[in-house]
């Protein structure tokens, strides 16, 4: 029987209770398959493990996590512990140690789920964001100068090589082509005269090479006025590691609010483990309460079946999620429900339950 190994770091506030129900759901796929089994290894690393031991993650750390085949993040951050430290010392230092080069975010918005925007029907919003993840303006180059002095100075610098940026359009490209979608870059070349001027060049010459997938370009500003004014003209899309970073927020309250928002940082060439998480933060305000929502850590175990190479199973993980909305019944409290985030998994449990036992009676 074949084995996936999974690292598991459900981290600090609401992390840990929304990953037991994303294990629960693997889990019982795995069950109803037969031909696959999950091993989890637990690693207590996040802000409560730093106020302990002063590091985020051991210092051996990602030698530890190297052989897993997938990474599974349940939220890093914590009150007391400053946020560069809790993004840089752990999940940055993972995305960027193990090449996790390509941050996947869908913006679906699935039947039944809230959308602020009027009229809006459920398949104006299908936009798949494909972010740019190791470089950019998350490089961390830069510097401070002068330090607490009058003439203090403080220098970011956004990161754009060659490499980097070719490959994750390239990655897009393939993306929409195998979709039959369109593409579309974010950017911001008005402004930013050499790196996003850079950005757009490479966009334009690697899309001579697929001559049959449409293509689109806006700046940032305007792409998250016509996010809101006219979703569905974005269809696959590619930007950098910031850009991405605030759109997806930005979609993720367009598809039914940061409870349903997942992410993949994908390392295509898979030398090394990719990690899945949903994007919500660790909301330390109802940590240990059992009210957080549980289905954006669900939905990112749909992802990790993707990368597996279960897509049948992703689907059947995401017409779970989807029917829980419908039936309205058994929502956390941010969905204007009651239910606790243990109820809201075994919901999903059960309906995904349903699904696989209509599908063994079918191949019968």
Request: glycine share 10%.
């Amino acid at each position: 029987m074949k084995k996936f190994k999974i690292a598991s770091i459900p981290g600090d506030g609401i992390g840990p209770e929304v990953i037991r129900e994303g294990i629960k759901i693997l889990n019982k796929i795995a069950e109803a398959d037969g031909t696959f089994q999950f091993e989890f290894t637990e690693f207590p690393w996040g802000c409560e493990y730093y106020t302990k031991h002063g590091v985020m993650m051991d210092e051996d750390g990602m030698e530890k996590l190297k052989d897993y085949d997938a990474i599974y993040l349940g939220a890093v951050g914590y009150p007391g512990v400053p946020d560069h430290i809790s993004l840089w010392d752990l999940l940055l230092r993972i995305r960027k140690g193990f090449d996790q080069y390509v941050n996947i975010r869908p913006i679906t918005l699935l039947e039944a789920a809230p959308c602020p925007l009027k009229d809006t029907n459920r398949e104006d919003v299908n936009m798949l964001f494909i972010r740019e993840n190791s470089e950019g303006e998350y490089a961390g180059a830069g510097d401070w100068l002068f330090k607490g002095k009058e003439n203090e100075v403080v220098l970011q610098n956004g990161v754009f090589s060659r490499k980097g940026t070719e490959r994750i359009i390239r990655y897009a490209f393939e993306t929409a082509r195998k979709e039959g979608r369109t593409l579309t870059s974010i950017s911001k070349g008005n402004a930013l005269n050499y790196s996003m001027v850079f950005w757009d060049q490479v966009f334009e010459e690697v899309s001579r090479e697929y001559p049959d997938v449409k293509t689109a370009s806006y700046l940032v500003d305007a792409a998250a006025m016509l996010m809101i004014k006219d979703p569905k003209r974005f269809e696959v899309v590619v930007t950098s590691n910031l850009f991405g970073d605030i759109l997806t927020d930005l979609g993720a309250a367009i598809a039914g609010g940061i409870g349903l928002a997942a992410g993949a940082n994908i390392n295509p060439e898979r030398e090394y483990p990719s990690m899945f998480e949903p994007i919500h933060g660790s909301a330390p305000d109802i940590a240990g309460q059992n009210i957080a929502n549980p289905l954006a850590a669900i939905w990112s175990a749909s992802q990790m079946m993707d990368f597996f190479g279960y897509e049948n199973y992703g689907k059947n993980i995401l017409q779970a999620i989807e029917k829980v909305l419908i039936d309205g019944n058994v929502l956390t409290t941010d969905m204007g429900g009651t239910a606790t985030t243990e109820q809201v998994g075994s919901q999903v449990v059960n309906y995904l339950e349903e699904m696989l036992a209509q599908q063994t009676v079918k191949k019968r």
